[in-house]
């Protein structure tokens, strides 16, 4: 699933994100699923030094954040998609596309865009009623940064997870009003994260007290 990238960046990540066909939800049980995306982003991780930030996988979708030092995110993630396309299908019996689209990337060049997103991510589960609170949902590397689970893959030091956790997992699990919720996920529709600058405020990086969502 070959795309051409309209924004480049070897120093700063991209929102990734893929869902299934007809947004049909994943055809095996999502303990299945996640082995098989745990074993393809520990591939991509070494074979093509991806460096991932986060990962939380939704009942038909995902959302990766990460970086790509070499500049090579297209082959990454065709070689990504393909074959847990073609691992679920087989497990499922399954002879259909799995993925309904290419992925998309969405370019984050700045820290506060970053915390904005970084957030966004890992509340996903809450705001679908998978989970409680954030650092709860099984299927994110949340949980696993807080020890709750094997990691069986490379995720980089977490600059944003506060040492203490307390207050960074406050912070992530306070809700938000529906109006910056679609500010957000319109930001990451675009091949390069924006949002208004009157929202934006001060340009230097904020703390996580002064974060925008």
């Known amino acids: 699933m070959p795309r051409s990238l309209r924004e480049h960046s070897t120093e700063h990540p991209f929102q990734i994100t893929a869902r299934c066909r007809n947004r049909e939800f994943f055809p095996?049980?999502?303990s299945e699923v996640w082995t098989i995306m745990e074993?393809?982003?520990?591939?991509?991780?070494?074979?093509y030094q991806i460096e991932i930030i986060s990962f939380v996988l939704m009942s038909n979708h995902f959302h990766l954040i990460a970086r790509t030092p070499q500049g090579n995110l297209n082959e990454a993630m065709n070689y990504?998609?393909?074959?847990?396309?073609?691992?679920?299908?087989?497990?499922?019996?399954?002879?259909?596309?799995?993925?309904?689209?290419r992925y998309h990337p969405s370019l984050i060049d700045c820290d506060h865009y970053l915390m904005n997103?970084?957030?966004y991510v890992y509340r996903n589960?809450?705001?679908?009623g998978l989970s409680d609170r954030a650092e709860n949902y099984t299927y994110s590397t949340l949980n696993l940064k807080l020890g709750r689970g094997r990691i069986n893959f490379p995720?980089?030091?977490?600059t944003?997870?506060?040492?203490?956790?307390?207050?960074?997992?406050?912070?992530?699990?306070?809700?938000v009003d529906l109006e910056q919720?679609?500010?957000?996920?319109?930001?990451?529709?675009?091949?390069?994260?924006?949002?208004?600058?009157?929202?934006?405020?001060?340009?230097?990086?904020?703390?996580l007290a002064t974060e925008l969502y």
Not at 80 to 96: D, H, V, W
Not at 155 to 158: C, E, G, S, V
Not at 186 to 206: Q, S
């Open 39 to 47: 074993d393809y982003l520990f591939f991509i991780s070494h074979a």
């Open 160 to 175: 944003i997870l506060n040492e203490s956790h307390n207050f960074t997992l406050k912070w992530i699990n306070q809700s």
């Open 125 to 128: 589960p809450v705001e679908a």
């Open 181 to 207: 919720r679609r500010m957000i996920e319109r930001a990451l529709k675009r091949p390069r994260f924006a949002i208004p600058k009157k929202v934006r405020g001060n340009k230097k990086k904020p703390s």
């Open 28 to 30: 095996i049980p999502m």
């Open 155 to 158: 995720i980089l030091a977490d």
């Open 117 to 119: 997103v970084y957030k």
């Open 80 to 101: 990504f998609m393909s074959n847990t396309s073609r691992c679920i299908n087989e497990k499922a019996g399954a002879i259909n596309q799995l993925w309904g689209s």
